[in-house]
């Protein structure tokens, strides 16, 4: 197992001099929104989910809405296709679907590179940055010192504001940063700052060495510590990274819950990196996780393909939805992976709600409900016995490999079955769902290209999470180099990412006696590319 130290030796090792990196910048920010239709049409370029235009991509960073606009911050290194000096890119949205990416928001700072962190509008303007009519947006992120990392001193990672007030085009970076510091400290990153309406201040969590803190503040700028929260995990999982806090639902309901997400850099069910949820009670200064999520891990995605996930700041008030999203890769082989014009995607936004479960209350997902406005055919599949295969894709008449797919699959006699994308050349993504053992297995080992790093032709094993063991509703999002399995009701999530030599565009269903198909649909999608260009006319 690789520590959070080796990976982060690795990371340095393409770093390049943050003060060049810090003037380059000045000079080479711009916006991709004209760009032709071809940038986005590259082999292996994910149709469905957002990828950069160029270079490399981690963390999303400080997802919110404004005026109309959804936007999305991520942590990008402009000049490169593998990690290096941290700036924060940025893109927009009007459907969280279609996205035009805009110039860097944040460089490279005094303080350091510009990691993880958080936006939030600053209605109020406690900050004193925007004004009560044009409130500021104001990003609160981590400073790193890598030079003071290199040179053995504590205290390199400390936090630093800097806002906008023309709604997100151009970023003023604040000349009282940092704004909180921890001189002793070694990880002390990815502060996740909200608005706490029932103590009416500004409450963040961050990363601190093995566990999360707690701080809050009147105005942004400064910061009073409220708790330690101190969270069971697996040796040799790395600091807990991302933080983000959320009440579910906004009704005042005795049920209402919170959120607490935390990703672990290594240590997922299915090796290095994943997000681990709890749910419990959080008073303002405290968040005390319920008994379940204290004893078992729990995991947001059991897929590889799912990291650092955070949640959308102010969402329009007629919209109650908690939305997340996350950077769909892991740091095993995240610089690794066979683009060569960009590197990785962020999963589809998605919502998250408290499921019922016999084990008490757990977190369920599903695809936002924007995306049926990117179905272009949708065909009923129809109500059969199988024995054998199917071939649904060539029975419903849909092609191309970007598929939205519900089954409803009843399994009696059966002791599995399977889900199976395939292209021409016979390589293949499959699901198995295996009663016996009461799990499902995702196999890419024969995806295409899996050789550009050991241990990416895996099998993610997932435990199954509902009651009965008969009846399985299915939904998959198949992208042409990811794709997002939500089982159990959206109580089991997997995403996963492969690489094809050509789209895996037909869907089979395997089964031997005893399966039944009992209804289901199979939707052809549009990229969210295709209309780039005219959009941007
Ligand atoms: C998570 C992470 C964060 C950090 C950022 C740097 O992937 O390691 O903890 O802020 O990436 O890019």
Redesign the pocket.
């Known amino acids: 197992m690789r520590s959070l130290e080796t990976i982060g030796r690795c990371r340095l090792r393409e770093r390049a001099d943050i003060a060049v990196l810090v003037v380059a910048v000045a000079v080479t920010g711009s916006t991709f929104a004209a760009e032709p239709r071809a940038l986005y049409s590259e082999p292996h370029r994910p149709q469905l989910h957002f990828s950069p235009a160029e270079h490399w991509m981690?963390?999303p960073n400080g997802p919110i809405w404004v005026d109309g606009i959804y936007h999305l911050f991520f942590?990008y290194h402009p000049h490169s296709t593998v990690?290096g000096p941290?700036h924060w890119g940025h893109a927009t949205s009007r459907d969280l679907l279609h996205w035009t990416e805009q110039q860097i928001a944040i460089a490279p700072t005094r303080d350091g590179?510009a990691?993880?962190g958080s936006v939030v509008l600053d209605r109020h303007n406690t900050s004193g940055f925007g004004s009560m009519r044009r409130p500021a947006m104001v990003a609160i992120f981590?400073t790193?010192d890598e030079r003071a990392k290199q040179a053995g001193k504590m205290g390199f990672e400390t936090q630093s504001l800097a806002f906008s007030t023309d709604g997100g085009s151009r970023w003023q970076v604040y000349d009282g940063n940092p704004v909180l510091r921890q001189p002793d400290s070694q990880d002390f990153?990815?502060p996740f700052v909200f608005w706490h309406d029932d103590t009416a201040r500004w409450v963040g969590i961050l990363?601190a060495g093995e566990h999360l803190q707690i701080h809050s503040s009147a105005d942004l700028k400064s910061w009073k510590h409220e708790s330690d929260l101190v969270l069971p995990r697996s040796a040799g999982a790395g600091v807990w990274?991302?933080p983000g806090l959320v009440r579910l639902g906004r009704s005042a309901d005795s049920r209402r819950r919170w959120l607490l997400l935390a990703?672990v850099?290594d240590g997922g069910p299915n090796g290095g990196?994943a997000t681990r949820y709890f749910l419990g009670k959080f008073d303002g200064h405290r968040f005390v996780p319920d008994a379940m999520s204290r004893t078992t891990p729990r995991w947001v995605d059991w897929g590889r393909d799912n990291?650092?996930g955070t949640l959308w700041a102010n969402l329009p008030a007629d919209d109650d939805r908690t939305l997340f999203i996350g950077?769909m890769s892991n740091?095993r082989y995240a610089q690794q992976l066979p683009t060569e014009r960009w590197r990785s995607a962020m999963t589809l936004p998605r919502e998250l709600r408290v499921a019922r479960d016999e084990r008490g209350d757990v977190l369920a997902s599903s695809p936002i409900r924007e995306l049926a406005t990117l179905r272009r055919r949708t065909q009923p599949i129809a109500t059969a016995r199988i024995a054998g295969t199917r071939n649904l894709s060539a029975e419903a008449g849909v092609r191309g490999g970007l598929y939205d797919l519900e089954l409803r699959v009843r399994a009696r006699a059966a002791a599995s079955f399977t889900l199976r994308f395939e292209n021409g050349s016979g390589e293949s993504l499959r699901l198995l769902v295996d009663r016996e053992q009461r799990r499902y297995v995702l196999d890419r080992a024969r995806t295409g290209n899996v050789g550009f790093s050991p241990g990416f032709a895996d099998r993610q094993i997932a435990p199954m999470a509902q009651e009965t063991d008969t009846s399985f509703s299915l939904r998959v999002l198949l992208d042409h180099s990811a794709a997002e399995f939500f089982l159990d009701g959206g109580r089991t999530v997997l995403t996963t990412v492969f690489f094809p030599t050509t789209p895996l565009d037909s869907v089979h269903l395997d089964a031997q006696v005893g399966v039944v198909l009992e209804r289901g649909s199979i939707s052809e999608l549009a990229s969210i590319w295709r209309d780039a260009a005219r959009r941007a006319d």
């Open positions: 981690n963390d942590q990690w941290m590179m990691f993880s981590t790193h990153r990815d990363t990274e991302c990703s850099v990196s990291y650092a950077w740091w």
